[in-house]
T-cell receptor, first 113, second 114 residues
Framework: QQPVQSPQAVILREGEDAVINCSSS?????VHWYRQKHGEAPVFLMI?????EQKGHEKISASFNEKKQQSSLYLTASQLSYSGTYFC??????????????FGGGTRVLVKP | KAGVTQTPRYLIKTRGQQVTLSCSPI?????VSWYQQTPGQGLQFLFE???????NKGNFPGRFSGRQFSNSRSEMNVSTLELGDSALYLC?????????????FGEGSRLTVL
């Protein structure tokens, strides 16, 4: 089942912060975050494994709450380059063989000067 | 290091036709997965190949098929095209043999079915 992302869209001024949530109805093994700019390929940001680990990429960080089966992506002091659509991708089990992600519907982020 | 290359980038077909899309992964990557991206459904997993074997398959009808060659290049085929097949088809390669690591996506093949 597809994870649910919220909000669907957010508009920020440069320097502002935002949080994007990704929730699943199933127990998750890992959550992956990607960003896709208009007309470009999705680009990997980070992976969070079961365990509540928090990671960072530039001033973008994320957390994974196992109890809630929810991951949150934090955009801190946003820059114009942060504009794009953010997708979370989930795995429900550590698959011994295979690469397969179930992606959320995406969150469109627009950072204005 | 060259990225993931997909061809063709754009194509237009009519209902009932078939189409073949090609993907060349990053050198050394043996896993290739395919995703369909549409405004309404987002990114949906089609299938994944590793060392010429299909390891995972998404919930798509049998009209969608794929294969992988010994050099890890992959093709996907859609037969008897329907209007709803209009989408951006993304290919992604991965260097890991198990568990999903970082996926490197190509820029996609945009298919329009008329």
């Amino acid at each position: 089942q597809q994870p649910v992302q919220s909000p669907q869209a957010v508009i920020l001024r440069e320097g502002e912060d935002a949080v994007i949530n990704c929730s699943s109805s199933k127990a998750l093994y890992s959550v992956h975050w990607y960003r896709q700019k208009h007309g470009e390929a999705p680009v990997f940001l980070m992976i969070l494994l079961k365990g509540g680990e928090q990671k960072g990429h530039e001033k973008i960080s994320a957390s994974f709450n196992e109890k809630k089966q929810q991951s949150s992506l934090y955009l801190t002091a946003s820059q114009l380059s942060y504009s794009g659509t953010y997708f979370c991708g989930t795995e429900i089990s550590p698959q011994a063989a295979g690469n397969k992600l179930t992606f959320g519907g995406g969150t469109r982020v627009l950072v204005k000067p | 290091k060259a990225g993931v290359t997909q061809t063709p980038r754009y194509l237009i077909k009519t209902r009932g036709q078939q189409v073949t899309l090609s993907c060349s992964p990053i050198s050394g990557h043996r896993s290739v997965s395919w995703y369909q991206q549409t405004p309404g459904q987002g990114l949906q997993f089609l299938f994944e190949y590793f060392s010429e074997t299909q390891r995972n398959k998404g919930n798509f009808p049998g009209r969608f098929s794929g294969r992988q060659f010994s050099n890890s290049r992959s093709e996907m085929n859609v037969s008897t095209l329907e209007l709803g097949d209009s989408a951006l088809y993304l290919c992604a390669s991965n260097s890991r043999g198990s568990n999903t690591g970082e996926l490197f996506f190509g820029e996609g093949s945009r298919l329009t079915v008329l």
